[in-house]
């Protein structure tokens, strides 16, 4: 099992910046692919990006238009992610979620942009953005 912390959530002004992480334990951090999922206030649990256990691949979802990096430090058993550009629209609370890479092929095809396909998740991290 893995037990996985976030931090780094909090306020900011439209166009501002913030940087989350989320911090595993328990298990070896490289068996794992890693995601930033969110939800925002009355709106369901979206995938916002994922990251393969070797930080080699990526993949987003299309509202991010390369503005959020996700990035991951398997030394610090970490995963990272960047939101620059952020908008009030991006408020929501969000988490971190992991599953065994050996349990599917890092691919889109596979449920890597579903919710159900991870087994961790953390407790979230608030990001609020004001207009």
């Known amino acids: 099992q893995v037990q996985l912390v976030e931090s780094g959530g909090g306020l900011v002004q439209a166009g501002g910046s913030l940087r989350l992480s989320c911090a595993a334990s328990g298990s070896p951090f490289s068996s794992y692919t890693m995601a930033w999922f969110r939800q925002g206030p009355g709106k369901e649990r979206e995938f916002v990006c994922a990251?393969?256990?070797?930080?080699?691949?990526?993949y987003y979802a299309r509202f991010v238009k390369g503005r959020f990096t996700i990035s991951r430090d398997n030394a610090k058993s970490t995963v990272y992610l960047q939101l620059n550009s952020l908008k009030p629209e991006d408020t929501a609370v969000y988490y971190c979620a992991s599953y065994l890479k050996y349990r599917r092929p890092f691919n889109s095809d596979y449920g890597l942009y579903e919710g159900s396909s991870y087994d961790y998740w953390g407790q979230g991290t608030q990001v609020t953005v004001s207009s």
């Open positions: 990251i393969s256990w070797s930080g080699g691949s990526t």
